[in-house]
């Protein structure tokens, strides 16, 4: 039969000889946490070094580094690899929407919002959006303006909708890519000069365009001091976030050519606005033939009104 000690675990007694020997020894429980090194607390802790990485993009640098390989991967002519480029959620897309409507001074958009996920969807959708509301409203302000004339019949417009979509498009595409080419024929040039992607130039253009669709609705105003107040409004607010995000790619190169880069990509922003407000709002009136009227003696009385 087992007596008294030899049921005492043999453990516990060599650890009691050794407090014994020892009394200054520390001990660990189990209970009690692990203590974090003070080097590493202080390097976890770091003040800002969580909005740097935000800011760069450099945060999960293991899954973008993953999802950058998965992108390269796939072939251009599988849908796997147009999918990529509308892979956001609506969260990114409504930050990337507040950052080109309240610019952040000495912030880059690309840097700040695109970078990390430039995508097609927010761009896409943005023009989609303009070109119907400035259809639409330029019907409603042409409807507006002639309402309670007796020769006036309101007739909708169909083409403005074709001839939106095709000004918007255009310019949301082509400007892009000719600002691409010539930032890659500078860059080959002068070695300090940032290279934007395609992309990425394609994805600032689109989110900045996003101002001009409350602007559109609110062109209905039968008033050209409002209306001229509004463009120039939001000129400041998006030609300011292409101003911010393209001088820092073109301030190394040639003084005359930087400055010259960001006037005509101003120039360009400013004939959209300025050539959809008077194409679709302030179009010159056409003389409203009214209708024919017949005479006592039997012949016909045509009458113009303007």
């Not at 293991?62 to 796939?74: N, R, V």
């Not at 072939?75 to 480029?85: G, H, K, N, R």
């Not at 959006?129 to 309402?147: E, Q």
């Amino acid at each position: 039969m087992a007596t008294a000690d030899d049921l005492k675990f043999q453990e516990f007694d060599d650890a009691a000889n050794l407090l014994a020997a020892n009394p200054d020894a520390t001990t660990i429980s189990i209970d009690e946490p692990v203590e974090i090194p003070k080097n590493q607390h202080s390097r976890l802790q770091e003040p800002g070094r969580e909005e740097d990485d935000e800011l760069l993009g450099t945060d999960d640098s293991d899954k973008t580094e993953l999802l950058a390989g998965q992108k390269k991967s796939a072939p251009f002519w599988t849908f796997e690899y147009y999918q990529t480029f509308f892979d956001v959620d609506t969260y990114q897309v409504l930050d990337r929407i507040k950052g080109s409507v309240f610019p952040v001074p000495g912030k880059n958009f690309v840097r700040l919002y695109i970078r990390s996920n430039p995508d097609l969807y927010g761009p896409f959708w943005i023009c989609a959006t303009l070109v119907f509301t400035i259809a639409v409203s330029g019907n409603l302000s042409n409807f507006f303006i002639h309402l309670g004339k007796p020769t006036y019949h309101y007739v909708p417009e169909f083409r403005k909708v074709s001839i939106a979509a095709t000004t918007i498009y255009a310019y949301a595409w082509l400007v892009p890519l000719a600002l691409w080419g010539f930032l890659m024929w500078r860059n080959s040039k002068v070695m300090n000069i940032v290279s934007y992607s395609f992309l990425e130039i394609v994805c600032v253009y689109g989110y900045s365009l996003f101002i001009y669709i409350p602007t559109a609705i609110l062109w209905i105003i039968p008033q050209k001091v409002v209306r001229w107040v509004l463009v120039v409004f939001s000129l400041c607010l998006s030609g300011s976030v292409l101003v911010m995000t393209f001088w820092p790619a073109v301030r190394d190169d040639n003084r005359r050519i930087a400055v010259a880069t960001v006037a005509t990509i101003l120039l360009l922003h400013a004939l959209l606005a300025v050539g959809c407000l008077a194409y679709f709002f302030d179009a010159p009136e056409l003389d409203i033939p009214a209708p024919v009227t017949p005479a006592h003696n039997g012949t016909t009385v045509i009458t113009k009104s303007h």
